[in-house]
């Protein structure tokens, strides 16, 4: 399943496919990125990050890919679990050392895993 | 066991009450950070601290206070001048030059 366009809030997919969550930044001098996972009534979880002299980054299952050109970032979430049911957010933030200054933050995307 | 606490998890408020979130962080990291989250959106950057006795306002600032007398500690204090307190507070932390880490909220009720 791929999700399209800035705002959409839900994404289904089938268990074991594989899951692209688009996020455009709205900063072009943004330097370092970061995909967050966020379960119902809990914080934030890091799940994998990229800066700007990268524009792909691979972690467990996961991969961050980074278009600096039309400002977009994706993150693809290969055999989806059921326990990726969760919103997805990107933030981003002018401070290459991390987010010293704090981080700003999309609207996130509602991963659903359909059985 | 390491990590970041926020408490208390759940704290309801009468109108013009101040009230203070605690966030504590064991994890000798020298930035801390306050969000709040609304329902359905993602997260705005209230106040932040990078260091002990200092600390910045963030996008949304008004109607809130901080202190950072302590390296661990980050408690943010939502005044009766915030004008729509309700919301799911988040504390985070990182080192200066790293990812932050986000503790698992309080979410305050003005009753």
């Known amino acids: 399943g791929e999700s399209v366009g800035l705002h959409l809030p839900t994404l289904s997919v089938q268990e074991g496919d594989n899951s692209i969550i688009n996020c455009a930044y709205s900063n072009s001098a943004s330097d370092y990125f970061i995909w967050y996972k966020q379960e119902s009534g809990k914080g934030p979880q890091f799940i994998i990050d990229?800066?700007?002299?990268?524009d792909k980054r691979q972690g467990q299952r996961v991969t961050v890919l980074l278009n600096k050109t039309v400002k977009h970032l994706s993150l693809q979430i290969a055999a989806t679990q059921p326990g990726d049911s969760a919103v997805y957010f990107c933030?981003?933030?002018?401070?290459?050392?991390?987010?010293?200054?704090?981080?700003?933050f999309g609207k996130g995307t509602h991963l659903i895993i359909q059985p | 066991d390491g990590g970041i606490t926020q408490s208390p998890k759940y704290l309801f408020r009468k109108e013009g009450q101040n009230v203070t979130l605690s966030c504590e962080q064991n994890l000798n990291h020298d930035a801390m950070y306050w969000y709040r989250q609304d329902p359905g959106q993602g997260l705005r950057l209230i106040y932040y601290?990078?260091?002990?006795?200092?600390?910045q306002k963030g996008d949304i600032a008004e109607g809130y206070s901080v202190s950072r007398e302590k390296k661990e500690s980050f408690p943010l204090t939502v005044t009766s001048a915030q004008k729509n307190p309700t919301a799911f507070y988040l504390c985070?932390?990182?080192?200066?030059?790293?990812?932050?880490?986000f503790g698992p909220g309080t979410r305050l009720t003005v009753l």
């Open positions: 933030a981003e933030t002018l401070d290459s050392g991390g987010g010293a200054d704090g981080l700003t």
């Open positions: 985070a932390s990182s080192m200066v030059s790293d990812t932050q880490y």
């Open positions: 990229i800066r700007s002299n990268m």
């Open positions: 601290s990078q260091i002990v006795n200092d600390f």
